[in-house]
């Protein structure tokens, strides 16, 4: 079997999961958060060695304040309560995303996550959170210009972009049945495997990282090549 490197997941139906069962939608993100703590652990239990998850989008922003609060609040608690105690084997944390336009007290969780974890080499946790693909690449060329450069290669570039230094992901998992990318890893994805769910996102469980990389095995990775 070849472990994926880098799995990268775009955590959807939350709010079906909860509508479906006559709760509020929120409901469905505290639920949400259990399967992520499941599903890192699954991931980590097959080695794969850096997982990117999808926690709010720059356009998520358009929702109702009442459900982007409640998100918030749900990933503070996760940023200062569970990510670090989640499972036995040492990860660092990473973020993409314009974290300059979050809640105060959800930054400095996430910075204490970032900065606690930052020695560790091995396993990667990438989480995005006020992330946007167009909007990634355009702080890259911001920084960039910035920096006085005035020639871009594609090393460059990935090497101003949120994930800079972390392989490109080899499998993109979406759930819930939904299949578009919605701004996500836009530059990243080149190359990516795309696996859809119909599951919803609360619904995952440890074993869904055995059946993501059964289906990875499948696949023919060509890279343009013959
Ligand atoms: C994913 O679930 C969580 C976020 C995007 C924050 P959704 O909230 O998008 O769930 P659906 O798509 O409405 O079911
Ligand atoms: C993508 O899901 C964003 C996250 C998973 C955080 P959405 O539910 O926001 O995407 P659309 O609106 O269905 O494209
Ligand atoms: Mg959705």
Redesign the pocket.
């Given at each position: 079997m070849q472990i994926p490197n880098h799995i990268a997941f775009?955590?959807?139906g939350n709010g079906r999961w909860a509508t479906s069962r006559l709760l509020p939608r929120n409901a469905g993100h505290s639920e949400g958060v259990k399967a992520l703590k499941r599903v890192i652990n699954g991931c980590m239990k097959y080695g794969v060695k850096v997982i990117s998850l999808?926690?709010?989008?720059s356009?998520?922003w358009k929702r109702p304040e009442k459900e982007v609060k409640e998100l918030f609040r749900l990933l503070k608690t996760f940023f200062t309560r569970d990510l670090l105690h989640l499972c036995n084997k040492p990860f660092r944390v990473n973020y993409m995303g314009d974290i300059d336009a979050l809640p105060s007290d959800v930054k400095e969780g996430m910075i204490k996550c970032m900065r606690d974890t930052a020695d560790v080499e091995e396993y990667v946790v990438n989480i995005?959170i006020n992330y946007g693909g167009r909007d990634e690449i355009c702080r890259a060329v911001n920084k960039m210009i910035s920096a006085g450069i005035d020639h871009v290669d594609e090393q460059t570039l990935s090497s101003y972009l949120d994930t800079a230094g972390l392989p490109d992901p080899d499998v993109i998992v979406r759930t819930a049945g939904?299949m578009?990318v919605?701004?996500?890893m836009l530059y990243q994805l080149a190359y990516s495997e795309f696996i859809f769910l119909d599951k919803y996102w609360p619904d995952m469980k440890e074993d869904d990282v055995n059946t993501i990389i059964e289906e990875y095995n499948t696949r023919h990775r060509k890279f343009g090549a013959l």
């Open positions: 775009i955590m959807d999808y926690a709010f989008s356009e998520n995005g939904e578009r919605s701004n996500f």
